[in-house]
């Protein structure tokens, strides 16, 4: 059995994301484990720029803001989600999330790490 472990970066928690990577196809062979590294809470979230204003390609990426963060996942939805939540100190952004995801986790337990910060749009399986 192969391992991989999905290190997301956590800090605008939209649910499509969070539910889009685990609804990911599977391969034969292999187990997954999910953590999301947050250097906040989904309910310490302020009014930010989202959904973000047209911006270009004839209001392309409004609209995809407005799928991405229809709705905001909280730490409940992340663990029934099956993600293992992390709060740490932000010390340097998500440059050093992964660092602080192997302070506490062995990447050597795993044959594959995947890195992704939360405010991804996943469009398929």
Not at 15 to 37: A, T
Not at 63 to 81: F, H, P, Q, S
Not at 113 to 122: A, E, L, P
Request: aromatic letters at 16%.
């Amino acid at each position: 059995m192969k391992k991989l472990a999905v290190v997301t970066y956590g800090w605008n928690f939209p649910l499509h994301y969070y539910e889009s990577i685990v609804g990911q196809k599977v391969p034969n062979g292999w187990e997954i484990d999910f953590f999301c590294v947050a250097h906040r809470k989904p309910d310490e979230l302020k009014p930010e720029t989202f959904p973000a204003e047209d911006l270009t390609w004839d209001g392309m990426l409004s609209r995809m803001d407005n799928v991405l963060y229809k709705e905001i996942a909280t730490v409940e939805d992340l663990k029934k989600l099956g993600f293992n939540f992390l709060i740490e100190e932000n010390t340097g952004g998500e440059l050093f999330n992964f660092n602080q995801w192997g302070r506490k986790n062995n990447f050597e337990d795993y044959d594959v790490v995947f890195t992704s910060h939360d405010d991804t749009f996943i469009v398929s399986d």
